[in-house]
């Protein structure tokens, strides 16, 4: 399984957590970036991201928490991110966000909060590379894993096979070492404060891989 780790919250300050995660066997830097709208609490500037993420040496996994995400699609495409989420739940203009993901050559992902259908994701499922579900509320790290995630997931996984569908499943909210084992058939995990309110982030990072 692979892991992305989120720098939201950290008892180290951002450029420092962001050194600290560079120095594990982590895949990704996963970048949480909240708009004050869709979820209440905004946390970026799109030319500072630019400048904070440009030269790491990870790939990058973003997870907008935004409304009307394709505003920010060509500009944080400089990044070069693996990845670019947005929520389901963020905009009307669904297909031609997906596309002008794609079109920047950057993979597509669709994410979805815990109370919405996952039905919701049907139309979309044939277009994306990745679904990530939200297995705490977004806005915030260091929240509490949502058990229901489980029945979620494994729906979302039947979901794939019936279909014979390819998009990778990712989980993010309140993942550690004893609540991943309840996410064992997803592709990836995103953690935060697991690993980075943790003194070792590698030995955080290695506790999720083993599984
Ligand atoms: C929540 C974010 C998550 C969060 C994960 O809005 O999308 O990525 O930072 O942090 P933990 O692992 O602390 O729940
Ligand atoms: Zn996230």
Known sequence: MEV????????????????????????????????????????????DVIKLLSGTNKDLDIHLMAFDPIIYVEELAKLKPTYITFHVEATHDIVNTIERIKWNNIKVGLSIKPNTDIL?????????????IMSVNPGLGGQEFMVDTVNRVNNLIKIREENKLNFKIEVDGGINEDTIKNVLG???VVSGSYVCMSDNFEDAVNKLRLN
């Not at 951002?14 to 970048?31: D, F, G, P, Q």
């Not at 919701?120 to 990530?132: H, I, K, N």
């Open 4 to 47: 992305a780790v989120s720098y939201l919250k950290s008892k180290y300050d951002t450029k420092t957590t962001l050194k600290l995660i560079e120095n594990t066997s982590a895949n990704y830097i996963h970048v949480d970036l909240m708009d004050g709208g869709f979820v209440p609490r905004r946390n970026f500037e799109v030319d």
């Open 120 to 132: 919701e994701l049907m139309p979309y499922l044939s277009l994306v590379d990745l679904v990530l």
């Open 186 to 188: 997803v592709d990836m």
